[in-house]
């Protein structure tokens, strides 16, 4: 059974940064995609980045562009989600996913808040 634990999340002040921390165990972390999912309070939670097995392909969300960046580093198991420029709608809890590369199932972390208030 996979385990994805995120973290990075807190408060910050509008325009400041976070970079959000997604560590997989317990699989072949090279051979699965993560994404990372955002679900604001009342709202549906969406998706906002993804990233392939070895960093090649990434995807970004129409809302997320410019201001979000994915990364993964497959020696340490961790993928990165790095928000500038952070905005009062950002906040909610950001949720990292993994899924092998030819489907299955979709393992899912616990999430971390991310908080963006003056």
């Known amino acids: 059974q996979a385990h994805l634990v995120e973290s990075g999340g807190g408060l910050v002040q509008p325009g400041g940064s976070l970079r959000l921390s997604c560590v997989v165990s317990?699989?072949?972390?090279?051979?699965?995609?993560i994404k990372w999912h955002r679900q604001a309070p009342g709202k549906e939670r969406e998706l906002m980045s993804s990233i392939d097995g070895l960093g090649r392909q990434k995807f970004y969300a129409v809302s997320s562009k410019g201001r979000f960046t994915v990364s993964r580093d497959n020696s340490n198991n961790t993928v990165y989600l790095q928000i500038d420029s952070l905005k009062p709608e950002d906040t909610a809890v950001y949720y990292c996913?993994?899924?092998?590369?030819?489907?299955?199932?979709?393992?899912w972390g616990q999430g971390t808040q991310v908080t963006v208030s003056s």
């Open positions: 996913s993994a899924i092998h590369r030819i489907g299955g199932h979709e393992y």
């Open positions: 317990r699989l072949s972390f090279s051979e699965f995609e």
